[in-house]
């Protein structure tokens, strides 16, 4: 009988030990998984977080590139324009001279300045689209006063008030370009 009941007393506290056992493991297996469920969500956002600042690095990479553009694509316009006003004033240049400085110097500096703003509109927020629309407005003040006289010639015109309307509409230009990049440095790029 004392065998029986060592065999009842072994078994009873056999089975406190292995639930004890079996908790425990289950408890290891607990914090184990939340541990690599912790270290995973953190890897995450982690992960997240710097797929974010890339693109905002590759973006502001992108407006960077086009904002340069933009300002030496206006910067070859107006030196075209000022060319091509001056060859148009000039009472020595023939028609065909004109034609040329029009068709190899201004054309392909004004077709470059309106692709340079419309890649920078594209890239820009909505205040540097108002910025650009100012250029752009500008811009085209100095193509129409560069060439109104290049088909006419410098016949009954003043000169020095061509002169001074064109170096006006120039400035208003160049000062709205010089807005729109203050106002693009000032942005976190």
């Known amino acids: 009988m004392t065998q029986k009941k060592d065999e009842a007393g072994e078994g009873a506290s056999g089975r406190p030990r292995q639930r004890s056992a079996t908790t425990a493991a289950l408890a290891g297996a607990l914090i184990g998984a939340l541990a ?9 956002f982690e992960a997240k977080d710097t797929r974010r600042e890339e693109a905002h690095a590759r973006r502001s990479d992108i407006r ?19 060319r091509l006003l001056t060859v148009s004033l000039d009472p020595a240049k023939t028609p065909q001279e ?19 703003v419309t890649t920078a509109r594209l890239v820009a927020p909505p205040d540097g689209r108002r910025d650009l629309a100012a250029i752009d407005t500008r811009s085209a003040r100095v193509g129409e006063l560069a060439t109104g006289w290049y088909a006419k010639g ?17 400035k208003a230009q160049l000062a709205a370009l010089q807005s729109f990049l203050d106002r693009a440095a000032d942005e976190s790029l």
């Open 36 to 44: 690599g469920l912790t270290g995973s969500t953190l890897a995450y």
């Open 64 to 82: 960077r590139a086009a904002y340069v553009d933009l300002a030496a694509a206006a910067n070859k316009y107006v030196q075209q324009a000022t």
């Open 98 to 116: 004109r034609q040329r400085q029009f068709e190899n110097g201004y054309a392909p500096a004004n077709t470059d300045l309106a692709r340079a």
């Open 154 to 170: 410098p016949e009954g015109v003043d000169v020095g008030k061509a002169d001074a309307e064109f170096a006006a509409a120039v």
